[in-house]
């Protein structure tokens, strides 16, 4: 991979993790100002139930944030691109649609494919 596209996927990681934590900061500002107490039950159980998804979510994206910044440490050690368990490079394609990719596709299905058979059992 040329300089020029690891600048590009770093930007993109970068921009990314921007975009998670602004969301994530508007998330504390609302869980903060809906403190109210809902005298109806119903409005109660759905408020209750909007906070425990958005927290939910922000939990995912919480995880996020550490792979995408394992994969700034990869571009940064130059190992980004690689796939981790042959070594060879993982197609630019693959990468654009997940940054975070840290297998080429053959070695993910070959991990989806374990995964299924060892869920099976």
């Not at 998670?20 to 759905?46: C, W, Y």
């Not at 939990?59 to 690689?82: N, T, V």
């Not at 993982?90 to 649609?97: F, K, N, P």
Request: proline share 2%.
């Amino acid at each position: 991979m040329n300089e020029r596209q690891l600048a590009y996927f770093k930007g993109k990681l970068l921009a990314w993790k921007d975009e998670i934590l602004r969301e994530s900061k508007g998330t504390v500002t609302n869980l903060k100002a809906e403190t109210e107490n809902h005298p109806d039950l119903v409005d109660r159980a759905s408020s209750e139930s909007d906070r425990a998804l958005e927290l939910r979510t922000r939990d995912r994206q919480r995880k996020l944030i550490s792979k995408i910044d394992e994969a700034l440490r990869r571009i940064e050690d130059g190992s980004y691109g690689y796939c981790e368990e042959t070594g060879e490079p993982i197609s630019l394609g693959r990468l654009e649609a997940r940054p975070t990719a840290t297998l080429s596709v053959e070695a993910q299905e070959r991990h989806e494919r374990r995964e299924r058979v060892h869920r099976d059992d």
